[in-house]
């Protein structure tokens, strides 16, 4: 763990190219934290249960990328919600990330999107917003940082959704940071630190796009 630096978009994306990721906590100064061990979702590790990809199949939702990353920010934030138990970070338990997605914190991950590193995905049942997540692309990772939903299972959507995308995009790995019992049904597990820091050296340079395509969910069950 370490303290203090800044949020600026130079110091941001060094640390995540480190795996490096910050943490706010109240009244003290900004730390910033490597788990060991890591948790990740290999790509095509994305568990889904039958009613999920009953959903899958029966809601007529559509997926984009990067079309309201603003709007999924916000609906990250505002959920209520502690996020990962014994953690309060939130990350991608599913729950929300009020207590940590700070107005500095928000600010700094839309300069990220505004320069190209910080990424939406977005759940739509028609033109309506239902769920969705954001993260920090670095090569061939997907760090995602909160996901939220505002219609049952759009949020486990949005996260396989992604895993597609990203394996389609030439992408390896889904970094949820640390495994939660939510995320451990979804697919997560624990990767060593050492083995983790290896990986992400080797592919964080790769090119590596989301398609930003709208597309129907029923594709993925």
Same mark, same amino acid.
């Given at each position: 763990m370490g303290i203090g630096a800044d949020l600026e978009p130079a110091t941001? &994306?060094?640390?995540?190219?480190? @795996?490096? *990721?910050?943490?706010p906590h109240p009244g003290a100064p900004l730390p910033w934290f490597s788990p060991d061990p890591r948790g990740v979702i290999p790509l095509d590790g994305v568990r889904r249960a039958r009613s999920l990809r009953a959903r899958l199949r029966r809601s007529g939702w559509e997926t984009t990328v990067d079309r309201a990353f603003a709007a999924v920010l916000a609906g990250c934030a505002d959920r209520p919600g502690v =996020?990962?138990?014994?953690?309060?970070? $939130?990350?991608l338990a599913g729950q929300g990330g009020g207590t940590w997605i700070t107005p500095p914190?928000?600010?700094?991950?839309?300069?990220?999107?505004? /320069? $190209?590193? !910080?990424?939406?995905?977005?759940?739509?049942? @028609?033109d309506?917003?239902? #769920? #969705?997540?954001? =993260? &920090? $692309?670095? =090569? #061939? &990772? *997907?760090?995602?940082?909160?996901? *939220?939903?505002l219609a049952s299972d759009a949020s486990k959507v949005a996260l396989v959704d992604l895993a597609a995308?990203? !394996?389609e995009a030439g992408g390896r790995l889904i970094d949820v940071q640390m495994v939660t019992p939510h995320l451990a049904s979804l697919g997560a597990r624990d990767l060593p630190r050492a083995e983790f820091l290896d990986l /992400?050296?080797?592919?964080?340079?790769?090119?590596?796009?989301l398609s930003t395509d709208r597309l129907p969910v029923a594709r993925l069950s």
């Open positions: 941001l &994306v060094d640390a995540y190219r480190r @795996g490096i *990721f910050p943490w =996020g990962a138990p014994g953690s309060g970070r $939130g990350d914190m928000r600010a700094a991950y839309q300069r990220l999107h505004d /320069l $190209g590193h !910080a990424h939406s995905l977005e759940v739509w049942a @028609g309506e917003l239902v #769920g #969705g997540l954001y =993260g &920090v $692309g670095v =090569g #061939g &990772v *997907f760090t995602g940082e909160s996901m *939220f939903h995308r990203l !394996a /992400l050296a080797r592919v964080r340079d790769d090119p590596v796009r």
